[in-house]
């Protein structure tokens, strides 16, 4: 986050190099390619954020929607980490499902800074509700937003032209997929892609976006590695071609 005055409401801690914030750079390469190839410092996403900034950022920066989006995410309970708790022991998570930080997830002011600055006109309302799901890994994130009239064909046409959309927008991108199914968590199962699928809800004329990753890879060391290739000036896929999958 770029405010330092946001640290104490969102991580319950003051930034200690509050300095540091303006050289850092936001780490996702679709977005900040160049800024992380001259960086000293990049801050690595988080596994929600990457999901759900991916899923929506074609339509937000076309200002295909309105600004009251919602994202209801699934994740495994290795996104929680090693250490160890009640929640994420394996008799607790199993045979069930649980909404969490339904108040705010601290991830949250993430998705809507980089969602924010692809359209600063509109201030987005984003509803995040994270779900932990018995699995070992995986991310999938269903988005919703209204569609702006006039914006977008409608009917099947306007399904074609949100797909076409999307499919420009990460065109040159090495790790995002635009697919034509649904994608699941087994999909991406310890590799670094990120699997999008944008459709449209003809009866709403709704916006809806799945999006899928693993939470291990592109949605943390993986990035990261991404990220330092970047900076050393490797192929941005070196080491990110074969499947990663401990745990």
């Not at 987005?124 to 999938?140: E, K, Q």
């Not at 209204?146 to 076409?164: C, F, H, P, S």
Request: charged share 20%; glycine share 6%.
């Amino acid at each position: 986050m770029k405010e330092a005055a946001d640290y104490p409401h969102w991580y319950d801690f003051t930034h200690p190099a509050p300095e540091l914030l303006k050289k850092a750079v936001y780490g996702l390469p679709e977005f900040y390619r160049s800024e992380i190839a001259s960086a000293n410092l990049v801050a690595n996403p988080g596994c929600y954020p990457t999901s759900a900034i991916l899923a929506l950022a074609p339509a937000v920066k076309a200002d295909l929607v309105y600004p009251d989006i919602i994202i209801d995410s699934k994740s495994g309970v290795s996104g929680a980490g090693r250490t160890l708790s009640l929640n994420t022991h394996y008799a607790e998570a199993s045979d069930s499902v649980s909404a969490y930080a339904i108040e705010g997830h601290r991830h949250l002011p993430e998705i809507v800074q980089e969602l924010q600055s692809l359209n600063p006109k509109n201030a987005l309302s984003v509803t995040f509700i994270p779900h932990l799901v018995p699995m070992t890994r995986g991310i999938l994130s269903s988005c919703y937003a209204r569609l702006k009239e006039g914006k977008i064909a409608e009917g099947a046409r306007g399904r074609d032209e949100l797909k076409q959309l999307y499919a420009d927008f990460y065109k040159a991108e090495p790790f995002v997929k635009v697919v034509d199914m649904p994608p699941q968590t087994k999909h991406t199962w310890g590799n670094n892609f990120c699997l999008i699928y944008p459709t449209l809800d003809l009866r709403t004329n709704r916006l809806v976006v799945i999006s899928c990753l693993d939470n291990l890879v592109k949605g943390g060391a993986g990035q990261a590695v991404q990220n330092m290739n970047l900076m050393l000036g490797f192929k941005e896929t070196t080491g990110l071609e074969a499947l990663a999958i401990y745990p």
